[in-house]
Structure formats: structure tokens, C-alpha cells
């Protein structure tokens, strides 16, 4: 009976360290990639609609993104990296129609607003999205880990 507690226990104990691992490199990763996607956002918005900006911008923070996630926070994984990332782009259309929404309501309210105006709208609706992409990878994506 004892080992079987204690084995329960260390399961238990093993599986809280490897959440917070994960949770840990996925905020970090999130912060890295949501200062990237705004910066990158602000430069390409200096010639080019929000819409194309954001699309830009996003694409190239969210691959690097579902690298950077494969590699550390859902490191063991035994999702293939062509797998990981073809799933993550159903992540994206989501993550581009939110941060595109919120940029084109802000706009319609503000329509002379600044690209740096745009762009504080702009993060937190990333990283909102970022929150559901962190729930979708960890249950979908790299969930199968254990199997």
C-alpha cells in the first residue's frame, strides 16, 4: 500500500514539475514572441495596411513561436516538427482573426490613430490568443507525448 502511495505521489509530484516547466518556458517564450510580433508589427505598419502588417508579423512570430515550444516547453514530445507546426497553423487563423479584429475595431473608432496606437491594442489581444494557443498545444498538439 505504501508504494503505491508513494508511487501515486511521485507521479503526482512529476507531473506538477513538468506542468510547471511548461507553464514557465510558455510564458517566457509568450513574452519573447509577444514584444516581437508588436515591434514587428510597428515597423511593417510604417508602409504597409494593418491588415498585411499584422498578417506579416504574425506568421513569422508564430513559427518561430511553435519552434520555440517544441524545443523547450514540450520538449520529449514526440510530435514531428512538419506535424507540430501544420496543426499550430489552425492556431494562427485564429490568432489572426482576433488580433486583426481588435486592430480593425480600434481603427473604426480611431481611424487616425498611430501604428504604436494600433500596437498597444494589438498585445494584449496576442496575448490572449496566446493563453488558448498554450491549452490547444498542450491538450492537442504535444498532448500525445505520453501515449
Known amino acids: 500500500m505504501r508504494r503505491l502511495s508513494a508511487r501515486r505521489s511521485a507521479t503526482t509530484w512529476l507531473g506538477r514539475t ?23 508589427y510597428w515597423v511593417l505598419r510604417q508602409w504597409s495596411p494593418p491588415i498585411l502588417a499584422n498578417f506579416i508579423s504574425l ?10 515550444n517544441r524545443r523547450l516547453t514540450f520538449r520529449g514530445s514526440r510530435v514531428r516538427v512538419l506535424q507540430a507546426h501544420l496543426t499550430a497553423g489552425g492556431l494562427f487563423v485564429l490568432a489572426y482573426l482576433v488580433t486583426s479584429g481588435a486592430v480593425l475595431l480600434f481603427r473604426h473608432y480611431r481611424p487616425t490613430a498611430s501604428p504604436a496606437a494600433e500596437t498597444v491594442v494589438l498585445a494584449p489581444s496576442f496575448a490572449l490568443v496566446t493563453v488558448v494557443r ?3 498545444l498542450r491538450m492537442v498538439v504535444f498532448g500525445r507525448r505520453h501515449q
Open 59 to 68: 506568421l513569422v512570430v508564430t513559427v518561430l513561436n511553435t519552434e520555440a
Open 134 to 136: 498554450f491549452t490547444v
Open 18 to 40: 513538468a506542468l510547471t516547466r511548461e507553464v514557465f518556458w510558455f510564458v517566457v517564450i509568450g513574452v519573447v514572441s509577444t514584444v516581437a510580433q508588436a515591434m514587428l
